[in-house]
């Protein structure tokens, strides 16, 4: 079965220093790994996915197979980046399959 | 990104009565997602639904669920016997052809009495 592990529940980092929000999976296919940002009161909104292999709000991850992992990253936290994060994972690069969702990050940027 | 709204935003029902949450999608699409998050707990999947018909659903999804495309715009998830543990939010996704990204709605907030 597939699963998506995100350790930390809360992550507090100064403003300007390097911000990682890890993620692990188990899944035995090639899977296709997201990253979902829900800032306060608002929706859930795609930040990144691995295949486009872009750079959103300075943010980027790849996708390490050896290690089953998707670790968020941006060099320089900004007070913005305070939302809950939650990584996700899908079968496949097509349309009609579900998300499996991490427990989600708490990250705080302390000014 | 693709605009979706959510109706009611929030919900309060008492135990045993139906309830129905809404989805509408702005712009055409054909897969259709809900998932729920219980307070506290992660985004769970529900049920998906392409060609007005279901395509995978959870264990969570027993009888007491069914979804619905009625008019062909609104995508509906019913309730027919609410209980206290159906208590969370309720999210809409929706995707289309092409970049195959689920986008979401605003959710709405479930509270069973």
């Known amino acids: 079965a597939q699963r998506v592990t995100q350790p930390e529940k809360l992550l507090s980092v100064f403003k300007g220093a390097p911000v990682e929000l890890k993620c692990n999976y188990s899944?035995?296919?090639?899977?296709?790994l997201f990253w979902y940002v829900q800032y306060s009161r608002q929706r859930l909104q795609l930040l990144l996915r691995h295949i486009s292999r872009e750079s959103i709000k300075g943010f980027t991850a790849d996708l390490n197979k050896g290690e089953t992992s998707f670790h968020l990253k941006k060099p320089f936290a900004q007070e913005e980046d305070s939302a809950m994060y939650y990584c996700?994972?899908?079968?496949?690069?097509?349309?009609?399959?579900?998300?499996?969702f991490g427990t989600g990050t708490r990250l705080t940027i302390i000014p | 990104e693709p605009e979706v709204t959510q109706t009611p935003s929030h919900q309060v029902t008492q135990m045993g009565q139906e309830v129905i949450l809404r989805c509408v999608p702005i712009?055409?699409?054909?897969?259709f997602y809900w998932y729920r998050q219980i307070l506290g707990q992660k985004v769970e999947f529900l049920v998906s639904f392409y060609n007005n018909e279901i395509s995978e659903k959870s264990e969570i999804f027993d009888d007491q669920f069914s979804v619905e495309r009625p008019d062909g715009s609104n995508f509906t998830l019913k309730i027919r016997s609410t209980k206290l543990e159906d208590s969370a939010m309720y999210f809409c996704?929706?995707?289309?052809?092409?970049?195959?990204?689920?986008?979401f709605g605003p959710g709405t907030r479930l509270t069973v009495t």
């Open positions: 712009s055409n699409h054909l897969y």
């Open positions: 996704a929706i995707e289309r052809e092409g970049p195959y990204e689920q986008y």
């Open positions: 899944y035995s296919g090639s899977p296709e």
């Open positions: 996700a994972l899908r079968f496949g690069g097509f349309g009609n399959e579900k998300l499996t």
